[in-house]
């Protein structure tokens, strides 16, 4: 017991000295004694202390007098939340973030911190991943400050609060939990808290991290955390109970609880009138449906029930695939992987390469191919087209599980057929309807069945008909607008 | 006394693991639909001909009064089957009754299982390889029913969003057919619109699970309309499937007719797919997966109940009998007299639950005199 209290005082009393010799080491760190008329010990990380607060604010401050103490220099420098401590540890975080330390002498324990940080990064510009043509075109950059009054100017709220945790052993990484208190549940809340606390790793570099960090069962394939670089989208989401999740350091900001339905709604949808917005949701939900299932349709078709072509679609299909040395299977298989290898490619190359990669993937190689006589050109119309259809989805992580969904259904396919499709489509039901996001169903509002929920899931209904805020998050007021008479129909002529 | 409450504890469900009442219609009607309706109309035109929608619906009728017996008594037990049977007949004969209803509807999943096999055997893949099949499938079925009663509730769910649009089919049929084939109505006697009532109750099999899954729902006082509705609601779809049979075939045709609702999808066409059988059958997987799941489910959980073993233990035990016994059942006539034996032993099920409703009745009119 006296020995253990002895080293945890040899270790406080110690750390001052240690962690300057530590920073010693580096380059950047500079210390600096100021002789006249003040004389005391100037440090700071020269590469993270802005030197314009350092000469416009520190220097002249010192320099009009002798100042004694810190109390007199604390008075005599016009800088905000300055203060004194003899803690190691906080001086240890400020420093590294880019406090100024003001010391007597250096040997003193008893320091004067000054904020003075300045912090790179790039500014605020348009959304490039969830693009789009109408609406707000601001987009979260890396900066946690920025990113919260990216939010904060939207949502001016007394009520909107933001928890501050530090993640990361090594990382020390700021997160921040934004909601809105009153209309987010607590359950929810805590869920969340609890499993950021819990997190125990050396870095968090992303917030796709913390997606996969604290997702209800990490084996999934499916996310779950929506994961937005759109404050509009974000303010969404709050607005309607949900808990929102930034990393800094990450351009990406998380949502949760979420629903599958969410991941294929887009912000467009909100922009434009309530009928457009549903056509055109219902047109991507059916394009996910055919990304997934096209191709283990042909093969299940050509492989095992050819019988079910019709006789004037069979002659079309006949005569593209007559030439053809493999069975379907391979066919398909060989395309697909081809095509992901296109899309991995152009993810990889610089934009300007990737268009030429793009071109000379999919049309010199796609015709020649067909030439060649490796493959049909209804298969070749039926994956470039699924290809297409995956690239619909206004979640960028949602079509990378759709582009690995495939593959099972296309063993499905060739094994039994469409029966084998149904068995591998019913498996994957049966985990959506396991699946939970921040401890909500997943399926919702599927499974469970929310007849109001469905107001704006497939459809969206318009904004006057929106009365409730969504029961998937369990807000704890649900009422978001009153129904006035104003929707009452007016008879003829009144 | 002291048994009495232990068997309360046992029946203790996690709030969370509840489902709403109005789930109850889909588990009911998910449950009743099955195989069966693939081929019955062959069976109840036997005895009553043309009039047999009339027994469909007084098969419907006996089924709603036999559904109402149930609810009467689970509501004055507050438990289950299990809970039932050992107040009313005590620890050994009750729990002996117990096992007996677990291996009933374990065979019903049975005869579900591998008739639908069967059904693929003879209209897709007459060379299916049943081992490999069956074992894929049962991996599969293994899977949901770990995932509990509540994602036994989602899959009766979806399995009635998705075997519902097969309905719009029977247009085709109706528009090819003869609507005077049904008529005259009513010339059979009453002794044989009620031999085929019999035969009809059979498609109705499967509501008995809710003495099983009882105790997991939520204000169950209010589940008792939906459960009735779902009764009806299977009515009403073996009665058009029934009826669109008889416009299509003449009575001669339906005999030799083995498995009318597949061979009515076969006569759908549309510009870019014809022989839809193929697709029915692969969307029937949906009506199929959801029954043998409850099934598999409700009868491991009476062992759970009783001897207090880990269903999942029991689910695996199960799944490698069913797996063994489907394959081993590989001719068409043991088929043909499984689905025999299991309708046999359904129809006593029915009988019994009366008689246990009496039993029951005369107990507790003892219990309070005492």
């Known amino acids: 017991m006296g020995r253990r209290g002895r080293n945890q005082q040899l270790n406080k009393a110690g750390t001052i000295q240690t962690l300057y010799e530590k920073l010693k080491e580096s380059k950047d760190f500079v210390v600096y004694h100021h002789t006249e008329p003040t004389p005391c010990v100037i440090s700071y990380l020269k590469t993270m202390a802005d030197p314009k607060i350092l000469n416009e604010s520190i220097l002249p401050g010192l320099k009009k007098a002798d100042l004694h103490s810190l109390e007199k220099i604390k008075e005599a420098i016009p800088v905000e939340n300055i203060s004194i401590t003899d803690q190691a540890e906080k001086i240890k975080e400020k420093v590294l973030q880019g406090y100024v330390i003001i010391q007597m002498t250096e040997n003193d324990n008893q320091v004067l911190l000054i904020p003075a940080s300045t912090k790179v990064g790039r500014k605020v510009s348009i959304p490039e991943v969830e ?284 094994l039994w057929g469409l029966i084998g499709v149904s068995m591998v489509m019913a498996f994957f039901i049966g985990h959506l309807i396991k699946l939970q996001s921040i401890g909500t169903p997943f399926f919702a509002p599927i499974y469970p069945l929310r007849i109001t929920d469905l107001k704006d899931a497939f459809i969206r209904l318009p904004f006057n008909k929106q009365t409730q805020r969504p029961i998937q998050t369990r807000p704890l007021k649900s009422e978001r607008l009153q129904p006035s008479d104003a929707n009452k129909k007016r008879d003829i002529d009144e | 006394m002291n048994k009495k409450r232990q068997s309360k504890i046992d029946l203790h469900v996690p709030e969370n693991l509840l489902v709403t009442p109005f789930f109850v219609f889909f588990l009911i009607h998910a449950m009743q639909l099955g195989v069966g309706i693939l081929s019955f109309e062959t069976y109840i035109a036997r ?164 003495l099983v899954f009882y105790p997991f729902i939520k204000n169950p006082e209010k589940s008792k309309k939906w459960a ?12 058009i499937s029934a009826i669109t049979a008889f416009i299509y075939f003449s009575e001669k045709q339906l005999d030799q007719v083995n498995w009318a609702t597949i061979s009515l999808w076969k006569i759908v066409e549309f510009p870019f797919v014809e022989r839809f059988e193929f697709i029915g059958i692969a969307l029937w997987l949906y009506v199929v997966i959801p029954n043998i799941c409850f099934s598999l489910w409700a009868a491991s959980r009476i062992p759970k109940r009783l001897f207090n073993i880990r269903q999942t233990y029991m689910v695996g035990g199960y799944c490698l009998i069913l797996y063994v016994a489907t394959i081993m059942l590989d001719e068409r006539q043991q088929i043909k007299e499984l689905n025999d034996i299991a309708n046999m032993i359904g129809f006593y099920v029915l009988m019994y639950i009366p008689v246990l409703f009496l039993f029951k009745k005369a107990r507790d009119k003892v219990r309070d005199t005492n």
């Not at chain 1, 290809?387 to 495939?406: C, D, E, G, H, K």
């Open chain 1, 131 to 414: 693009f789009s043509v109408v609406g707000p075109k601001e987009a979260f950059v890396e900066c946690l400050d920025k990113n919260m009054n990216l939010i904060r100017k939207r949502v001016p709220l007394p009520e909107l609060t933001v928890k501050e945790l530090s993640i990361g052993k090594l990382t020390n990484t700021r997160v921040a939990v934004v909601y809105i208190d009153g209309i987010a549940n607590e359950i929810n809340i805590n869920t969340v808290m609890q499993r950021l606390k819990e997190i125990d790793y050396d870095q968090m570099i992303d917030s796709s991290y913390i997606t996969q960090m604290i997702a209800d069962n990490s084996n999934s394939p499916f996310p779950q955390l929506l994961d937005t670089e759109r404050p509009d989208r974000m303010t969404e989401a709050l607005v309607e109970g949900k808990i929102a999740i930034l990393v800094d350091g990450s351009p990406h900001a998380l949502t949760c609880p979420t629903t599958i339905v969410e991941f294929f709604s887009a912000s467009d949808d909100y922009f434009l009138p309530w009928h457009l917005a549903t056509a055109f949701r219902l047109i991507r939900l059916f394009a996910v449906l055919f990304s997934v299932l096209s191709t283990s349709l042909y093969v299940a078709i050509l492989t095992h029930h050819h019988e079910m072509i019709p006789e004037e679609l069979l002659a079309t299909i006949i005569s593209s695939r007559a030439d053809i040395p493999f069975p379907p299977i391979l066919e398909v298989i060989i395309l697909e992987l081809s095509i992901e290898l296109l899309r991995e490619a152009g993810a990889r190359l610089p934009t300007k390469i990737g268009q030429t990669i793009g071109i000379v993937g999919g049309i010199v190689i796609g015709t020649a191919a067909v030439d060649a006589g490796l493959t049909s050109n209804v298969l070749l119309i039926i994956v470039a087209l699924s290809a297409l259809a995956s690239f619909t989805t206004p979640v960028y992580q949602i079509s990378n599980t759709i582009r690995l969904v495939r593959f099972p259904f296309i063993i499905g396919a060739q």
């Open chain 2, 47 to 210: 005895d009553a001909g043309y009039d047999a929608w009339i027994s469909l619906l007084i098969a419907g009728a006996a089924i709603h009064l036999l559904l109402w017996i149930v609810y009467n008594i689970l509501q004055s037990s507050k438990g289950d089957i299990v809970s039932i049977h050992e107040e009313t007949f005590g620890k050994y004969i009750g729990g002996f009754l117990s096992i007996i209803f677990s291996l009933y509807v374990l065979l019903l999943t049975l005869t579900v299982l591998r008739t639908f096999i069967e059904v693929i055997q003879t209209w897709v893949f007459p060379q299916l390889n049943v081992w490999f099949f069956t074992l894929a499938l049962l991996l599969l079925i293994y899977y949901l029913v770990a995932g509990g009663f509540r994602m036994i509730t989602g899959l009766c769910l979806i399995s009635v969003l998705l075997a519902l649009p097969l309905l719009w089919l029977k247009f085709f049929p109706i528009q090819a057919g003869d609507i005077n084939n049904v008529f005259p109505i009513i010339d059979h006697t009453l002794v044989e619109l009620l031999s085929s009532a019999k035969t009809s109750i059979l498609g109705f099999l499967g509501f008995e699970l809710l």
């Open chain 2, 228 to 239: 009735h509705y779902g009764v009806f609601f299977t009515t009403i779809i073996y009665v």
